[in-house]
């Protein structure tokens, strides 16, 4: 490992963390947002919705990323010219929200089952909603339980946009490789580019504890 390069390669590769953060944070809030719909309409048993969710599900969660992307980049447009022009990042956020989003929803799901019928039941007898039950009982209650899972998500959202660099999007991994071609030292890239990723994650999971620390306010006994 060449310790003199690691600073220059550092460096370059730190240029690339806000492209990686904004793919990270706007994919992953599209993504819960998507899911929770999708989940919701799961819940209710929405007739014709449910199912076509159901098969969008297993299409994203039955193949993998780069395909996926790999089809809206170069197989779409290639059928449909007036989206030749939508750009690499565009692309990414889109494939990385669809395919987070199948894997959230069932995380979203398993949350709201974990909220007793008698709270909704109870809810519906004090003259609300279907719909307030559901924003103002269901899912605050939720999400408490979904915290853990989705910042497992979010972490794999991150890991995610490693390949964006498949269609040009210069993020951290493509800004490693970048500086490696130049000057063939690997290694060295690389080992930096992982611990950077560690670090990242590591501050997600210091984020993740003190979320739940907050949200169990309430709920200790």
């Not at 819960?32 to 199912?51: C, E, G, Q, R, T």
């Not at 007898?125 to 269901?138: D, P, V």
């Amino acid at each position: 490992m060449d310790f003199a390069a690691t600073p220059s390669i550092f460096l370059r590769i730190t240029e690339a963390i806000p492209t990686t953060l904004a793919l990270t944070a706007i994919s992953f809030i599209l993504a819960l947002a998507l899911a929770i719909l999708i989940a919701v309409i799961d819940y209710n048993k929405v007739p014709v919705l449910d199912k076509i969710c159901g098969v969008y599900v297993s299409f994203f969660r039955g193949t993998p990323l780069i395909p996926q992307l790999f089809l809206l980049y170069f197989g779409i447009p290639s059928i449909v010219p007036s989206l030749r022009d939508i750009s690499p990042f565009a692309v990414c956020i889109i494939g990385l929200t669809l395919n987070s989003a199948a894997y959230m929803k069932e995380v979203v799901r398993g949350a709201l089952l974990s909220v007793p019928d008698g709270q909704r039941e109870a809810a519906l007898a004090h003259g609300m909603t279907s719909r307030q039950a559901m924003f103002r009982i269901i899912l605050p209650q939720a999400a408490r339980v979904a915290i853990p899972s989705l910042f497992n998500n979010l972490v794999d959202t991150v890991k995610g946009t490693s390949m964006a660099f498949t269609v040009g999007v210069v993020e951290m991994t493509a800004a490693a490789k970048l500086k490696a071609a130049v000057t063939y030292d690997y290694f060295t890239a690389y080992v930096v580019l992982m611990l950077m990723y560690w670090a990242i994650i590591l501050i997600l999971e210091r984020v993740e504890k003190t979320v739940e620390q907050k949200m169990a306010v309430g709920y200790e006994r």
